[in-house]
Nanobody, 117 residues
Framework: QVQFLESGGGLVQPGGSLRLSCAAS????????MGWYRQTLGKQRELVAT???????NYADSVKGRFTISGDFAENTVSLQMNSLKPEDSAVYYC???????????WGKGTPVTVSS
């Protein structure tokens, strides 16, 4: 089982910044993709951003130009720099890793982000 250590969530004012970090425990099989997803009460979990072990990134349209994802696959870590935060960015943010030949999904427990004045 993969363990995750997520950090960086909290309360921030609109227009502010936060940096989320996630470290996954060592894995037997390679991590192919790491990313962040978010979920608010009553809604489905949605993609925020992902990065592959070859460096390709993918972002939700709602965060393009404001969020930047970076990954270190030698260390099994992924970070998400969030700038110009909006109240609608408030959610629980989950770290994700896709591992092995079947890209099996593993999830962190989540870290809350609240954007409010």
């Amino acid at each position: 089982q993969v363990q995750f250590l997520e950090s960086g969530g909290g309360l921030v004012q609109p227009g502010g910044s936060l940096r989320l970090s996630c470290a996954a425990s060592p894995t037997v099989f390679p991590i192919n993709v790491m990313g962040w997803y978010r979920q608010t009460l009553g809604k489905q979990r949605e993609l925020v951003a992902t990065v592959t072990n070859s460096g390709s990134t993918n972002y939700a349209d709602s965060v393009k130009g404001r969020f930047t994802i970076s990954g270190d696959f030698a260390e099994n870590t992924v970070s998400l720099q969030m700038n110009s935060l909006k109240p609608e960015d408030s959610a629980v943010y989950y770290c994700n890793a896709q591992i092995g030949i079947y890209n099996t999904n593993y999830w962190g427990k989540g870290t809350p982000v609240t954007v409010s004045s």
